[in-house]
């Protein structure tokens, strides 16, 4: 059980894209959805947690118009990096929380390059 | 502020035990959860800890004392496959999940 799905593995894109990575949660109801940003050696940075239903809460320093963020239903969320540039070059993961004594689990990541 | 340590890297050999500690500081306490992220890949889920003592799931192991903020993860039979980064996360009391930057276990054969 706890399975989350991550959609797209890998983006590589040009200066000036705006990429939309999905987050599903497949057998389970994720009332909390959490995006996280993680580059080379370092721990997770959590970018802002989301609630089905209301606009998601961002941490000091992310900017809500660059990483839009929609979850729309207890199953899915979407992070939409909106015109990337180089410096938005990460890996990406969206952790699932259904409940507040349960772990959060995590997709796959999606690694994304901006050149 | 809200802290976790834990040591930045680890060597162990395979067929042995290794125990990776974690010490936090945070605005009350809500449980504390140990990940296992291998290199490239998502965090996986290992063990959740609320009240104090052992929790053991086969060859892993944790172990708990909120008085002294203090956590442990313990690996038994280590296997190569074990190499990875370990992160300590602790919950607090508004259940915001305060993460550790990880302990990387490297296992020599």
């Known amino acids: 059980g706890a399975v989350v799905s991550q959609h797209p593995s890998r983006v590589i894109c040009k200066s000036g894209t705006s990429v939309k990575i999905e987050c599903r949660s497949l057998d389970f109801q994720a009332t909390t959805m959490f995006w996280y940003r993680q580059f080379p050696k370092q721990s997770l940075m959590l970018m802002a947690t989301?609630?089905?239903?209301?606009?998601?809460?961002?941490e000091q320093g992310v900017e809500k118009d660059k990483f839009l963020i929609n979850h729309a239903s207890l199953t899915l969320s979407t992070l939409t990096v909106t015109s990337a540039h180089p410096e938005d070059s990460s890996f990406y993961i969206c952790?699932?929380?259904?409940?507040?004594?349960?772990?959060?689990?995590f997709g796959d990541g999606t690694r994304l390059s901006i050149l | 502020g809200q802290n976790i340590d834990q040591p930045t890297e680890m060597t162990a050999t395979e067929g042995a035990i290794v125990q990776i500690n974690c010490t936090y500081q945070t605005s009350g306490f809500n449980g504390l959860f140990w990940y296992q992220q291998h290199a490239g890949e998502a965090p996986t889920f290992l063990s959740y800890n609320v009240l104090d003592g052992l929790e053991e799931k086969g060859r892993f192991s944790s172990f708990l004392s909120r008085s002294k903020g203090y956590s442990y993860l313990l690996l038994k039979e280590l296997q190569m496959k074990d190499s990875a980064s370990y992160l300590c996360?602790?919950?607090?009391?508004?259940?915001?999940?305060?993460w550790g930057a990880g302990t990387k276990l490297i296992i020599k054969p």
């Open positions: 952790g699932c929380g259904s409940g507040e004594a349960q772990p959060q689990h």
């Open positions: 989301s609630n089905e239903g209301s606009k998601a809460t961002y």
């Open positions: 996360a602790v919950r607090d009391s508004n259940y915001q999940l305060i």
